[in-house]
T-cell receptor
Framework: EAQVTQNPRYLITVTGKKLTVTCSQN?????MSWYRQDPGLGLRQIYY???????DKGDVPEGYKVSRKEKRNFPLILESPSPNQTSLYFC????????????FGSGTRLTVV | AQSVTQLDSQVPVFEEAPVELRCNYS??????LFWYVQYPNQGLQLLLK??????LVKGINGFEAEFNKSQTSFHLRKPSVHISDTAEYFC????????????FGAGTRLFVKA
């Protein structure tokens, strides 16, 4: 089944404790992206990657890191999480052209206390 | 730069009634337009998209949307809704210039009542 797999689904952590949210896709998509969803704000792009070893900042990149060492994986790293990073996070992937729609993961609900 | 405005944050409607969810966009270049649906505790799923050609686009689950270039709108419609259509709906736009950027609206929560 074609899918984007995120782990974990739920995570509660403390301020300052480094964490990684994993994302993997099995569709050979070139383009992968991380979004955060907050009430009333819709989805805001954190980082995106156009292919292996090619990443760039989205609209809200502060406090996040990413890497793309393999085409299928695109982990999101929070080096020192803070409470304002409490949110619902989505990984998404698609083929490279802008006319392709995204396939989304099921989301990771992160709470930083 | 592109932007998307979804004009209603919540839309309550009775089962079997028609519904329209409104979306306006702004862009200085040609765009592709999308509607996604998010059911509770799930990720977003693509409902339909407009790339070019016919301005009326049909999607899954009986939804359709009409692209209106002069009004810069892309409203989503369904002639008769079901309880199972209760979800959040997102309009999105991307420029067809290879910029790799998709902008999402804030979402419209559709609540279908029995």
């Amino acid at each position: 089944e074609a899918q984007v797999t995120q782990n974990p689904r739920y995570l509660i952590t403390v301020t300052g404790k480094k964490l990684t949210v994993t994302c993997s896709q099995n569709m050979n998509h070139e383009y992968m992206s991380w979004y955060r969803q907050d009430p009333g704000l819709g989805l805001r792009q954190i980082y995106y990657s156009m292919n292996v070893e090619v990443t760039d900042k989205g609209d809200v990149p502060e406090g996040y890191k990413v890497s793309r060492k393999e085409k299928r994986n695109f982990p999101l790293i929070l080096e020192s999480p803070s409470p304002n990073q409490t949110s619902l996070y989505f990984c998404a992937s698609r083929f490279g052209g802008d006319g392709y729609g995204y396939t989304f993961g099921s989301g990771t609900r992160l709470t930083v206390v | 730069a592109q932007s998307v405005t979804q004009l209603d944050s919540q839309v309550p409607v009775f089962e079997e009634a028609p519904v329209e969810l409104r979306c306006n966009y702004s862009s200085s270049v040609s765009v592709y337009l999308f509607w996604y649906v998010q059911y509770p505790n799930q990720g977003l799923q693509l409902l339909l998209k407009y790339l070019s050609g016919s301005t009326l686009v049909k999607g899954i689950n009986g939804f359709e949307a009409e692209f209106n270039k002069s009004q810069t709108s892309f409203h989503l419609r369904k002639p008769s809704v079901h309880i199972s259509d209760t979800a959040e709906y997102f309009c999105a736009v991307s420029a067809n210039t290879g910029g790799f950027k998709t902008i999402f609206g804030a979402g419209t929560r559709l609540f279908v009542k029995a």
